[in-house]
């Protein structure tokens, strides 16, 4: 059974870079597949944000490019997202997922992340 | 980036009724495209990828339809759990995108 969890603070300041973590069980992330991001502000719809290959490879959404960064870390079967100089319109659930090339299969509990002062 | 577009935005139906949403690519995605449940609070839910795959698990009366630029989500006899947002989802070139979601009510 593949699980998803996402850790990281709940309430991060303007200008300040949100740091959010999934950890995987049940799947070794060096085994294959995508591992991504997806976001949904309170009462939207959904925005990928991207994803990364075991290997290392990375998508990112242009829209967003230029203050994403997704790792890996296959010692810990955990991949992280970081998101810079955050406004409140990056006040969002933030899910992690298994991205089976496209198609989101699994998917963590989400993790509702407020920038605010 | 591809442009999803959902029809109808919400609606309202009956337990036993069938149903069918829309949704439309603004170019060609092949077959490049998943459907999804939602519902308050939870993650979304793989329904169909590939256009019309049953992802393992889902309700036989779930299934999609469409190629190209045109795809249907079609629920043959609503039940009360399927009451939900529903989202379309295109994976043909990156970035991946998403319908609006169509909500379903209980009428």
């Known amino acids: 059974q593949v699980q998803l969890q996402e850790s990281g603070p709940g309430l991060v300041k303007p200008s300040e870079t949100l740091s959010l973590t999934c950890t995987v069980s049940?799947?070794?992330?060096?085994?294959?597949?995508?591992w991504g991001w997806i976001r949904q502000p309170p009462g939207k719809g959904l925005e990928w944000i991207g994803s990364?290959?075991?290997?290392?490879?990375?998508y990112y959404n242009p829209s967003l490019k230029s203050r994403v960064t997704i790792s890996v870390d296959t010692s810990k079967n955990q991949f992280s997202l970081k998101l810079s100089s955050v406004t409140a319109a990056d006040t969002a659930v933030y899910y992690c997922?298994?991205?089976?090339?496209?198609?989101?299969?699994?998917w963590g509990q989400g993790t509702l992340v407020t920038v605010s002062s | 980036a591809i442009r999803m577009t959902q029809s109808p935005s919400s609606f309202s139906a009956s337990t036993g009724d069938r149903v069918t949403i829309t949704c439309r690519a603004s170019?060609?995605?092949?077959?490049?495209l998943a459907w999804y449940q939602q519902k308050p609070g939870k993650a979304p839910k793989l329904l169909i990828y590939?256009?019309?795959t049953l992802q393992s698990g889902v309700p036989s009366r779930f299934s999609g339809s469409g190629s190209g630029t045109d795809f249907t989500l079609t629920i043959s006899c609503l039940q009360s759990e399927d009451f939900a947002t529903y989202y379309c989802?295109?994976?043909?070139?990156?970035?991946?995108?998403f319908g609006p979601g169509t909500k379903v009510d209980i009428k």
């Open positions: 997922a298994r991205d089976q090339a496209g198609a989101v299969d699994y």
């Open positions: 049940g799947y070794s992330i060096s085994s294959g597949y995508y």
């Open positions: 990364i290959y075991h290997s290392g490879s990375t």
């Open positions: 170019q060609g995605i092949s077959s490049y």
């Open positions: 590939a256009a019309s």
């Open positions: 989802q295109q994976y043909y070139s990156y970035p991946v995108t």
